[in-house]
């Protein structure tokens, strides 16, 4: 099993819509979680970063993370087609830190 | 506003070559990492230094090694190119006080043929 577990998808959406990617996690350790987004050709870049449990919200994008339950998610409101993307979730111990595999979105015009 | 420079795009080597690749970060950070990105395997840390001269294994160092003499920069070396070392090299850097927010470099794909 995974340490991280991230489905690859492709997910494909209309402009407009409310996304919800997820990973899920075996270790109960992380103390620490982000998500990341990939265009084609390019590092990944950070969009979000937390430490607790519950919600944060940055803009269109909200992050949860839910340590009971080894979840977390990020949420796209009103997605747009520059949101087409890999998106990674990540999280880490200490200086280690583990990536999912991401997931692919399309957000059609 | 380039923060984080990885010395070239594309690289094509052959078997036994020995390889470098460079990154250069202008944001003072302490951490440094080196990743290989490959489909369906993700992110996986070769090397990390938090410190001038100061490395880390990752989870896949066998073929590989690092230099940071300066603060701002980190090399990897492969010593003697494979072709199972073709994939995608991104370089990271990140505060010591925020270990998970990286910054990326835009990636060196390297193939060896």
């Known amino acids: 099993q995974k340490e991280v577990e991230q489905d690859p998808g492709p997910l494909s959406v209309p402009e407009g819509a409310i996304v919800s990617l997820n990973c899920t996690y075996s270790n109960s350790a992380f103390q620490y979680f982000m998500w990341y987004r990939q265009y084609s050709r390019k590092g990944p870049e950070l969009l979000m970063y937390?430490?607790?449990?519950g919600n944060k919200e940055d803009g269109r994008f909200t992050a949860q993370v839910d340590k009971s339950s080894k979840y977390i998610s990020l949420f796209i409101r009103d997605s747009q087609p520059s949101d087409s993307a890999t998106y990674l979730c990540?999280?880490?111990?200490?200086?280690?830190?583990?990536f999912g595999t991401g997931t692919k979105l399309q957000v059609i015009p | 506003d380039v923060k984080v420079t990885q010395s070239s795009r594309y690289l094509v080597k052959r078997t036994g070559e020995k390889v470098f690749l460079e990154c250069v970060q202008d944001m003072d950070h302490e951490n440094m990492f080196w990743y290989r990105q490959d489909p369906g395997l993700g992110l996986r840390l070769i090397y990390f230094?938090?410190?001038?001269?100061?490395?880390e294994k990752g989870d896949i160092p066998e073929g590989y090694s690092v230099s940071r003499e300066k603060k701002e920069r980190f090399s990897l070396i492969l010593e003697s190119a494979s072709t199972n070392q073709t994939s995608m090299y991104l370089c990271?850097?990140?505060?010591?006080?925020?270990?998970?927010?990286?910054?990326f470099g835009s990636g060196t794909r390297l193939t060896v043929v």
């Open positions: 230094s938090y410190d001038v001269k100061m490395k």
């Open positions: 937390t430490y607790s449990s």
């Open positions: 990540a999280m880490g111990i200490g200086w280690k830190v583990t």
């Open positions: 990271a850097s990140s505060l010591l006080r925020d270990p998970g927010g990286y910054t």
